[in-house]
C-alpha cells in the first residue's frame, strides 16, 4: 500500500510538475506527502574564505527551508498537507538514504530530460534513484520545445546569480 510519497524538488518550476501527479496520488490514497530540497556540498576545489564556507551552506539551508515552506503554503490552499525536509550531500545519494530512512512507499519526480554528453557527464538523479530507491519511482516526463527550453534558461540564470552571491562584495 502507498502512504508516503517522496517528492524531491530543487526550486524549478519543472521539478514542481511532480507534485500535480504526487498530490493526486496522495489525495487518492490517503497518503502523506514528503517534500524534500537536497543542498549540494560545495564545489570541490574552490576557494573559500574562513567562515564563508559555513556561511554560504547556511544560506543555502535556509533558502532550501522558506522554498519548502512556501511549497507546503501553495499546497494548502489545495486542501493537501506536506512534510519538508532539507537534506545535504550528494543529491541522489542523500535522496536514496532518506527514502530508505523515512519508509518511503513511492518517489515522485520530474526528470529534467538530460540526455547525450551531458547525461553521461553528470549522470542522472533520476536514473540513480531508479537504480538505488527502496521503492518504485514514478518519472514525470519533462515538458518539450520552447517550455523545456525557457526553463532550462530560467535555471541557467538562477545559477548565475547564485556564483555571483557567492563572489566577495567589493565596497
Known amino acids: 500500500m502507498i502512504k508516503r510519497v517522496l517528492v524531491p524538488l530543487d526550486g524549478s518550476e519543472l521539478a514542481e510538475r511532480a507534485l500535480v501527479v504526487a498530490g493526486g496520488l496522495v489525495e487518492a490514497l490517503s497518503g502523506e506527502l514528503v517534500l524534500a530540497r537536497v543542498v549540494p ?10 567562515k564563508q ?3 554560504l551552506e547556511e544560506a543555502q ?33 542523500a535522496l ?20 547525450g554528453l551531458g547525461w553521461e557527464v553528470f549522470g542522472s538523479v533520476a ?6 530507491a527502496p521503492c518504485p519511482v514514478l518519472i514525470v516526463r519533462p515538458a518539450v520545445g520552447a517550455e523545456l527550453e525557457r ?8 545559477a548565475d546569480e547564485a556564483l555571483l552571491r557567492e563572489l566577495p ?3
Do not use: N, W
Open 41 to 50: 556540498p560545495s564545489v570541490p576545489g574552490r576557494f573559500y574564505a574562513p
Open 53 to 55: 564556507l559555513d556561511q
Open 61 to 93: 539551508r535556509k533558502e532550501a527551508e522558506a522554498y519548502l515552506a512556501s511549497v507546503a503554503e501553495r499546497l494548502k490552499e489545495d486542501r493537501l498537507s506536506a512534510q519538508t525536509h532539507v537534506l545535504t550531500g550528494e543529491i541522489a545519494t
Open 96 to 115: 536514496i538514504a532518506f527514502a530508505k530512512r523515512e519508509r518511503c512507499d513511492l518517489v515522485v519526480m520530474s526528470s529534467h530530460g538530460m540526455q
Open 127 to 132: 536514473q540513480k534513484l531508479l537504480h538505488g
Open 151 to 158: 526553463e532550462e534558461e530560467m535555471e541557467e540564470a538562477r
Open 169 to 171: 562584495k567589493r565596497d
